[in-house]
Each structure stands twice: as C-alpha cells, then as structure tokens.
C-alpha cells in the first residue's frame, strides 16, 4: 500500500519515525546498561510455605512474573519448619545462586546462613516475615507489611465496632510473624484477647477447635484467622456452634474474597502477596544489574489495607485472576 502525503506530512512522518527511533536505541541502551556483561541470573525464593496455603501461591506468581520480565531464572523451595527451611537455605547459597529472597518466620534458624550467603557475596531480601529482625541480620531491603502494626490496626478497629471479645487463631505456632499479629491485636484492643493454637492445616481439626472454642466462651463476639484458608473454616465453625460471633481475617484469596461480598466474613487484611513475590524477586535484580536499593533503610511496606463489603468489588476482579 502507497501512503501519499503533502511535503509538510512527509516531514511529520520523518520525525515521528526519527523519535521512534531515538527511543528504541534508548531503551537498548538501558538494557545494554542495565545487565552490559551478558550474564544471566539464578535467584531463589525460599519461603516457610506449609502445604495447602494458598497465600504461597499468590508470593510464587508475583516472583515467576518479576523473573519473566527481567529473563532470570527462578528457584522456587519451602520448608515448613526451621529445619527444612534451613535446609533449602544451605543448598541454594552451596549453589551459589545470584541472589535470595527469603522468608524470616525463623529468624534465629536462619541468621547464620544469611550471614555465610552476605559474606560469600549474594544479595539477600528479606520478604513477608521477620520484620523485626531483618536489619540485625544484615539484609539491606525488606518487602511485606509491619505485621505488629496491622494487628494494631484490627485491634482499633475492633473498638470501633464495639467487640468485646476477640480469638485470634495460629495456625502455625513458632512462626513470629503470625504472633506478632496476635499480639498487635491484643496491644491495643480493649477487650478480653485470646489465641487459639491449630495444628497446621488440617481444616477438619481446624474447624473443630473453633468450634469447641466457641461453644465453651460464648462471650467471643469476634474470630481472627490469621490467614484467609481460615476464615470460610471459622465462618462454618461459628454456624455449628450456633455462635454469632464475626470472622474476620488476614489476607485474601477467591473463597474467602467471595464471603467478603457476602458479608459472611466482615472484613480482612490485604497484605499483597503476588506483590511482595514479585517485588523481592525485581529488587534483587536491580541490585545485581544496577547496584540499586530501595526503602532507604526502611522496609517496603506491601499493607495492611482493609478490604470490605464496600469495596471488594474494586478488587475481585484482580483476586479472581491470581494477582491479589
């Protein structure tokens, strides 16, 4: 096809096809800048995943789109204890992998071995848990969310609305981020606080305890999950324990986002786990190509953001494609 044009046109498409061209060579000069010696980079995410959490799947998407768009490969492991998840951590820096992203649920279980990684030179980003512990380990950059400061704020919310008394239930005792959320909640709500201990994720035992829980006090008025998996099982146990207690809880994921809308659990807690993944995994990136840090000391805060009834609908579509 023939394009004809006066000379003042011809002149116009010069320019526009000269500044396209200007921005092409920009943008490959940035590339070129931004990784000049070629090389292609291994990172690894270890996180303390125990099995059956969704909220781990959301974290793994957000680090494979980071590593898909930076063109690095991603080492995905867990551990769902010290132990196992030390483990994962020893065999990743004995790889020599370029860079770590790193869950700090057992900080003293893992600060030896981010100490060896730092000192054998691989750049290491604390993310969603040990937020009051990643600075004395050495890390240089921390994405999540203040976990005490969220619990914090259920607790005034929970004075807003007048509750009384609170369960906040753990389903995976030890891990430090999940006590501070306790402990928050209690720092600053008025009423009477407790936490209820499950063993890990078996939802029938799970639902049992809260259940028996709220059959023996039924004065709590309110139940903390401290991760969405929970809420539909404590939404349910309430229900057979004839117990008008509300749920509320931490995080999101498509059933427990659905209960919101439905006002059968009142509220919960977005930390944004697709993007802390997905930001660990860039921040190590850019550390490696660009020598760059973020956060200025401080951490990367991903929440806490209440999500209610009045305004799941700007997030649903967003939690039905994986991202929140």
Known sequence: MRLFTNGRGRKRLIASALVLGLAALGMAGIASAAD????????ALITHAQAG???????????????KKDNVDLIYLHGDSPDKQAAKLQN????????????LAFPDAMKPLV????????????????????????????VGQDETLAGQAIGKRLNEEGAKSELCVDQQQGAVQLAARCKGVADTFKGKSETLYLEGYDMSKARSRIMAKLMQDPQIDTVVTLGAPFAPVAVDAAKKAHSKAD??????????????????????????????????????????????????????????????K???????????????
């Open 247 to 308: 749920v509320v809880t931490f995080d999101l994921n498509p059933r427990t986002a659905k209960l919101v809308k439905e006002g059968k659990v009142k509220w919960a807690v977005d930390q944004q786990p697709w993007l802390q993944g997905y930001e660990a995994v860039d921040l190590l990136y850019l550390n490696l190509t660009n020598g760059d840090t973020l956060g200025g000391g401080n951490a990367v805060l991903t929440g806490p953001a209440f999500v209610t």
């Open 115 to 142: 100490q060896q990684a730092l000192k054998d030179g691989i750049p290491v980003v604390g993310v969603n848990s040990g937020f009051s512990s990643w600075k004395s380990m050495g890390i240089p950059m921390y």
């Open 53 to 67: 959490d969704t909220f781990w799947d959301l974290v793994r998407k957000g680090a494979t789109a980071a590593a």
């Open 310 to 324: 009045d305004n799941i609908d700007k997030v649903m579509k967003y939690v039905e494609r994986g991202t929140r």
């Open 92 to 103: 990743v820096i004995t790889q020599h992998v370029d860079g770590i992203a790193l869950t």
């Open 36 to 43: 000049q010696n070629g090389q292609h980079y291994k990172i």
